[in-house]
């Protein structure tokens, strides 16, 4: 098994992409090459326009707890988390081009974070001989 | 290997990081985007209030081929000390 660490990331709430942002930072600090796949609503939050909005959080934060209001979370800093983590390793984000699509969304229109469009081969080429996890 | 208290004491760091208030994995990433700015062989000091950095550090420096030379308790926060490997 090599080094590399893929993730397919298909979730677009705030938490899951903190999650997502949080493995991929920690690889490339690692010097772990990082491949990132986004699907749907991962897609989604990248949109350009979109990316510094408000992403929500995961129905997990809905469900009834004991006595413990979910209202503490506090700002979720999973955009700064990535971009830190192109800055400081090799990490490649590929736009799913059936996602794209699918959600009838233009790659021009993405966040500059986004290295290209492309297909399931291409991230799975890249992907070959490490561990692939989906977020 | 890892620094007696005192050596660590007498330790001067090429690089001071205050990393103090970041959460995991800040520390981490300030650490690694000071290394290439000091030379093979001097130290990185970074601090943080974050009690997970130490471990974190440790396994990091050892991952990447840096030397994790230990660390002093300040009041509220961890010095943590790094010698550049490569």
């Known amino acids: 098994m090599n080094d590399t660490l893929s993730i397919v990331l298909f979730s677009g709430t705030a938490d899951k992409l903190h999650a997502a942002a949080t493995l991929t930072a920690g690889a490339a600090a690692m010097d772990r090459p990082v491949h990132i796949l986004l699907q749907y609503w991962a897609l989604d939050a990248f949109r350009a326009n979109r990316i510094d909005k408000d992403h929500g959080l995961a129905y997990d934060a809905a469900r009834p707890r ?17 971009r830190m983590a192109k800055e ?8 799913c081009a ?6 009838g969304i233009d790659v021009t229109t993405l966040d500059p974070l986004v290295d290209s469009s492309g297909g399931i081969a291409t991230f799975l080429v890249a992907a070959e ?7 | ?22 959460a995991c994995p800040g520390p981490l990433l300030d650490a690694k985007k000071a ?7 001097s130290v990185v000091e970074i601090w943080s209030s974050d009690p997970v950095t130490k471990s974190d550090i440790n396994a ?14 300040a009041d509220g926060y961890d010095r943590v000390f790094v010698r550049r490997g490569k």
């Open chain 1, 66 to 82: 004991f006595n413990e209001p979910v209202e503490q979370v506090g700002e979720i800093p999973w955009l700064e988390t990535f």
């Open chain 1, 129 to 135: 001989g490490g561990q692939i996890l989906f977020i």
């Open chain 2, 35 to 41: 290394m290439p700015g000091v030379p093979v062989g």
């Open chain 1, 88 to 95: 400081l390793g090799e990490v490649t984000i590929l736009a």
């Open chain 2, 60 to 73: 990091w420096s050892t991952k990447v081929g840096h030397e994790f030379l230990g660390v002093l308790e």
């Open chain 2, 1 to 22: 290997m890892t620094a007696t208290m005192t050596e660590l004491e007498g330790t001067t760091a090429a690089k001071v990081i205050d990393a103090r208030g970041a």
């Open chain 1, 98 to 103: 059936g996602s794209l699509e699918v959600l």
